[in-house]
């Protein structure tokens, strides 16, 4: 039982971080109805960018852990931002009204690329990092198993649900939340009504970069090991959440991310460490090919 | 009277169609001016082509005393043009307060409730369901709230596309009774698309007859109704449905 519950813990925490990185791909989904392979590449640079101004926080003496922190997500999410805003500017918008298969060729060139960028910047080696907090809560002990709840974890989740607050907010309240929405419903109709719809769908690409850069960070602070390539993998499995949740809805993001986090963690604790990634993908395929619309898609029925 | 909208030689194309073929249209500032034809006829690629979505290929559109032919949809829509579109393109999973609100806000319009307010007035039916999504409203419903959206911008001149279309003709009424008394009372300039021929030119001032993307007939609504090739072509077994 304390095993099982140790697992819950550290599922959650997982599942958060693929949480923030499966509402990038549902929201740019929605908008303009393309899979923006580059966007776990995004990932990846604000994993990248995280490391970078940790170590120069350091490097100048900040020692304060909340306060390098906060610095370093709002560094990273900044910095993110401009990258996501010029993907779309560079990769995609030239290619509005064309067949639908030439922006995803260019999402996965932009993949490519973005990797071979961060590859050849920053070495192909892969990059540790001291752990940022240490410690935690010992919660329950039994069967001989110490159930923790680290400081860490407790960190990755309050960030994650301080953000996913102020994005929930921004997108429901907010007019530039309505336009998002006006946009994302009837494109055409958005125009018409006065909004710059080229705009609001680079605005969509900025905030989906932003939170990726905040689940960068806290992928780096949870796993303290990052390379060039953890934005593929990690980026495949964000997708899964959000085709598990329905693509196109901000909360089946969320949810998909904690059920694929779940399933991950629970599977690499009681079948096998090595195939952890086969069961996250075969979720994949069976959602797919049994559920098309995922958990929370759209079945309603709109009157014409 | 001076012109708030004119058309010279407008021609527009989806892909390699011609949709529009030199079309000439005025609409002065307070008129109800009305563009019937047959199906296909470009009518509606006509209302789209004002709002730069197609964007003219020739000829000029001048709105307010500017060109605005070359400017982007969002900059036209600004400069207090509406439109209530074919199809009424109602926002479904919004709610019919955040529909009203999407025209309203991006044009800028600060006294909210006031809008509201006169949009209730005309379609008492919205207060109603102002918390209930657009898309379980019904036909008629959604029809009433496409117009209120676009008059919450507080429009000079206001583009209706068939919105008659599959209207119950009680509904019909009531919403042809609507334009005329935004007509009579606030002077709101309209351009208004029909295959209801003989309502619309009851209702408008003047009118355009478009066939295969050019301007064939023009007149005053009576004139029109008066002459027997719109009689044949567009008026027969319809003028049972006034």
Known sequence: MAYALQQLINGLTLGMIYGLIAVGYTMVYGIIGMINFAHGDIFMIGAFLSLIALLGLSAL??????????????????????????????????????????????????????????????????????????????????????????????????????????FTWLVTKTPLGRSMRACEQDLKMAGLLGIDTDKTISLTFVIGAALAAVAGLMFLLYYGVIDFYIGFIAGVKAFTAAVLGGIGSLPGAVLGGLLIGLIEVFWSAYFSVEYKDVAAF?????ALIFMPTGLLGRTEVEKV | MSALLSLSGVTAYYGA?????????????????????????????????????????????????????????????????????????????????????????????????????????????????LTQRGGTLSGGEQQMLAIGRALMSRPRLLLLDEPSLGLAPLVVKLIFGAIRELNRTSGLTVLLVEQNAYQALRLAHRGYVLVN????????????LARPEIRAAYLEGSSHSA
């Not at chain 2, 690629?45 to 605005?68: K, S």
């Open chain 2, 213 to 224: 993307g050019a301007i064939t007939m023009a007149g005053s609504g009576a004139e029109l």
């Open chain 1, 282 to 286: 075969s979720i994949l395929i069976v």
């Open chain 1, 61 to 166: 003496g900040i020692s304060s852990v909340p306060l390098a922190l906060a610095l370093t997500l709002i560094f990273a999410a900044g910095i993110a931002a401009i990258y996501g805003w010029s993907v779309e500017r560079i990769a995609y918008r030239p290619l509005r009204g064309s067949f639908r298969l030439a922006p995803l060729i260019s999402a996965i060139g932009m993949s490519i690329t973005l990797q071979n960028f961060a590859q050849v910047s920053q070495g192909a080696r892969v990059k540790p990092m001291e752990p940022l907090i240490s410690g935690g809560l010992l919660l329950t002990e039994g069967d001989g198993f110490a159930v923790q709840l680290s400081w860490m974890q407790i960190a990755i989740v309050v960030t994650t649900l301080i953000v996913l607050a102020i």
């Open chain 2, 17 to 129: 169609i011609q949709a529009l073929r030199g079309v000439d249209l005025v609409v002065n500032e307070g008129e109800i001016v009305t563009l019937i034809g047959a199906n296909g006829a470009g009518k509606s690629t006509l209302m789209m082509t004002v709002c730069g979505n197609p964007r003219a290929r020739d000829g000029r559109i001048v709105y307010g005393g500017q060109d605005i032919t070359d400017l982007p949809t969002h900059a036209i829509m600004r400069r207090r043009i509406a439109q209530a579109p074919e199809g009424r393109r109602i926002f479904g999973r919004m709610t019919v307060y955040e529909n009203l609100l999407m025209g309203a806000e991006v044009s800028g319009q600060t006294d909210v409730p006031a809008l509201l307010e006169q949009v209730f007035a005309l379609f008492p039916r919205l207060k109603e369901r």
